[in-house]
């Protein structure tokens, strides 16, 4: 097998089943963003006629692929789960290099895409219809479940490895063949998971990757007639004029965007689960996950106690390198998104009373990384930007409340609506808030992160538009429904249907 990058680090498109170098004369440099003195990869910006080309691949493996038995590309999935498996390490490494999360972290995200795998690797073998009694006699309906043709997969980097695993494999097992078109700064670890499926047995052409801009690579898969489905995750604002030219264009297409995502705190939660929790959730990979904690809801009458112990655990919070042992938060993904967070930082010095961190982090340790401190703001106005825009980045807002009623109002009061938690021991209140809150997933006791291989994942509101992913619901989302009627009495009918 030939290797997509060299030890120069250009890396290559994969398409046809070949590596191929791009004929792009513009090469975007990515950084180590915990040392950006090591350039980790030369990342070609290829051009729309590449993408064109991945397209056309994909299109003419398409036949071959949709007639081989789902069980017979759930077994290729399984291969990639093993694979996977022995290059756990290597790739978690690689994932924090590029992106900066912590080792700790890293590895759990290329666990949760191995748990991923190996659930659509089984759902091969349950791609089943339904069958339907009929109004007429000696007649039945029944339903079957078809690829939809080529599809694209548009991802974002802060999860660069389970994000377009969790849109590749279900593809996959549905019969489509895929385009995959990485965030443009997280290339290498686009580079070895289609490595994997690669070395797993994938035939030419099921799966293509192309790097480059997403206004020119992107773009030529959203516009392109051979293309079906697309499935995007990122900003708002790339989501949304996509979503509106992919139905233009008659495609099926779910996007996965942005959020703000609180936790209410009731007088009487558990205030240590509560708070370590809270922790886990604001600043675990530097707050740049679509379900990071970013407004914590509280009541008054507990607020002083809480938030003196965040504060506490967030100035003693380790920040630095995501491969050093200890590291509990690395640094920001690029120098852009860090300057966001530091924006969003003196605007908050302004509208609310800081508490904590605030600032660029410097020092031998810091000085060549985009590294910013734990961030805590006290006192948030729920209208104020601190407490309606996604910063993405390890920025924490409280909000006080006075009870209940207020706490579900000012969580609800934002145009997001991807994850929420509630911390309480009022089961009436924990039920009253999981049926009133405006979010696509909730949390009971638990940070508003995470998710599993088998449960459908996404939000709410503007955070997110068209069918769910992960689990089942990714599986509704890669095949389109046949119905089937058929009639086996033999001779013209004597009612009719309508
Ligand atoms: P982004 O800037 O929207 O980019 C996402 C992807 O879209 C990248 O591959 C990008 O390519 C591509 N793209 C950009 N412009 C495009 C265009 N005109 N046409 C087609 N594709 C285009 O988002 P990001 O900064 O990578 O990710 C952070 C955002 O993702 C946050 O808002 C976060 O909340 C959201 N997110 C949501 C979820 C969820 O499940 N709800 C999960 C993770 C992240 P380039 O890299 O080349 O620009």
């Known amino acids: 097998m030939a290797t997509a990058t060299s030890a120069a680090q250009l890396c290559r498109n994969y398409i046809g089943g070949r590596w191929v170098e791009s004929g792009s004369t513009k090469i975007a440099e990515r950084r180590n963003p915990a040392n950006s003195d090591e350039i980790v990869a030369a990342v070609p910006l290829s051009t729309r006629e590449e993408m ?7 299109k003419a493996a398409f036949p071959a692929w949709r007639e081989t038995p789902a069980p017979a590309r759930g077994k290729i999935l399984f291969k990639a789960v093993r694979i996977m498996e022995e290059k756990k390490d290597e790739l978690a490494r690689l994932l924090t290099r590029e992106e900066g999360k912590t080792l700790k972290d890293s590895l759990g995200e290329v666990q949760r895409a191995i748990n991923i795998t190996e659930f659509m690797a089984g759902e091969a073998r349950r791609l089943n219809g339904e069958t339907l009694s009929s109004e007429l006699p000696k007649n039945f309906a029944y339903t079957i479940r078809q690829p939809l043709g080529v599809v694209g997969a548009i991802t974002p980097w802060n999860f660069p490895v389970a994000i377009p695993v969790w849109k590749i494999a279900p593809a996959l097992v549905c019969g489509n063949t895929v385009v995959f078109k990485p965030a443009t700064i997280t290339p290498l670890t686009a580079i070895k998971i289609v490595e994997i499926f690669e070395a797993a047995g994938l035939p030419p052409g099921v799966l293509n990757l192309v790097m480059g801009s997403g206004r020119e690579t992107g773009d030529e898969l959203v516009q392109s007639p051979a293309v079906h489905g697309l499935s995007f995750t990122g900003s708002n604002e790339i989501g949304t004029a996509l979503y509106a030219c992919g139905a233009q264009r008659l495609k099926k297409v779910q996007c996965e965007m942005g959020g703000k995502n609180p936790v209410v705190i009731l007088a009487d939660a558990d205030m240590g689960l509560a ?3 809270t922790l886990a959730g604001a600043f675990a990979s530097t707050g740049q996950r679509c379900t990071a904690t970013s407004r914590v809801v509280i009541e008054e009458s507990v607020a ?15 920040v630095g390198n995501g491969l050093e042992p200890g590291v509990e938060m690395g640094p920001a993904v690029d120098e852009s998104q860090m300057n966001t967070d530091l924006k969003y930082m003196e605007i908050g010095k302004k509208e609310a009373e800081l508490l904590c961190g605030g600032e660029r982090l410097s020092g031998p340790k810091y ?21 309606q825009d996604e910063i993405f980045g390890p920025v924490l807002s409280i909000v006080r409340v006075k009870g209940f009623d207020e706490a579900l109002h000012v969580a609800n009061s934002v145009r997001f609506g991807l994850s929420s938690a509630i911390y309480s021991t009022d089961s009436n209140k924990i039920f009253e808030f999981v049926d009133k809150i405006e979010t696509g997933m909730t949390h009971v006791n638990s940070p508003t992160v995470g998710g599993e291989a088998h449960v459908p994942f996404g939000g709410a509101k503007d955070s997110s538009v ?15 429904t046949k119905i089937v009627y058929v009639d086996y009495t033999g001779r013209k009918r004597e009612s009719s249907i309508y």
Request: charged content about 30%; overall charge negative; proline content about 5%.
């Open 367 to 387: 000085d060549k990384g985009w590294f910013v401190s734990p961030t805590v703001f006290d006192h948030v106005r729920p209208e104020s930007a601190l407490s």
């Open 304 to 318: 002083d106690a809480f938030v003196e112990k965040l504060v506490e655990r967030a100035k003693k919070y380790s």
């Open 275 to 277: 708070l370590e929790s």
């Open 52 to 58: 064109k080309e991945a397209i056309a691949a994909a």
């Open 466 to 480: 068209g069918p769910r992913e992960v689990g089942h619901a990714a599986i509704e989302f890669y095949t389109d």
